[in-house]
């Protein structure tokens, strides 16, 4: 199998890969916590999902756009910014999103991949 670097999914790729999210069927409010330690249970869920299902939550619910509060793609949000257990925030964006994945070689495989 080859690996290849993060990129936008399409919209029919991101639905297959949510697919195999760890969240299907989960309780949404193990998802709405914006701030540690309150999200412990949403990141153990979000831990179990493979690489292309988070990168696919990320590209569909665009949590650096929308403002958005809660766990989503294994990060902690709140208004749209990255909340670390340090109390720290960064911010990413649609150019800063792939780069953080892949400063954790973090890769998705494709159907060209296959």
């Not at 890969?17 to 409010?29: D, F, N, R």
């Not at 670390?84 to 780069?99: E, N, S, V, Y």
Request: glycine share 8%; hydrophobic share 35%.
């Amino acid at each position: 199998m080859v690996r290849t670097p993060i990129r936008s999914l399409s919209p029919i790729e991101i639905e297959r890969h949510l697919e195999q999210a760890a969240c299907v069927g989960a309780a949404p409010s193990l998802f709405d916590a914006d701030q540690y330690p309150n999200a412990w249970d949403g990141l153990k869920v979000c831990g179990r999902c493979p690489d292309k299902a988070r990168w696919a939550c990320l590209q569909k619910i665009e949590p650096h756009k929308s403002w958005f509060d809660g766990v989503a793609g294994g990060l902690v949000w709140r208004n749209g910014i990255v909340q670390t257990t340090i109390g720290k925030t960064f911010h990413l964006t649609d150019k800063t999103l792939p780069a953080y994945f892949a400063e954790r070689n973090q890769t998705i495989e494709t159907e060209n991949d296959k």
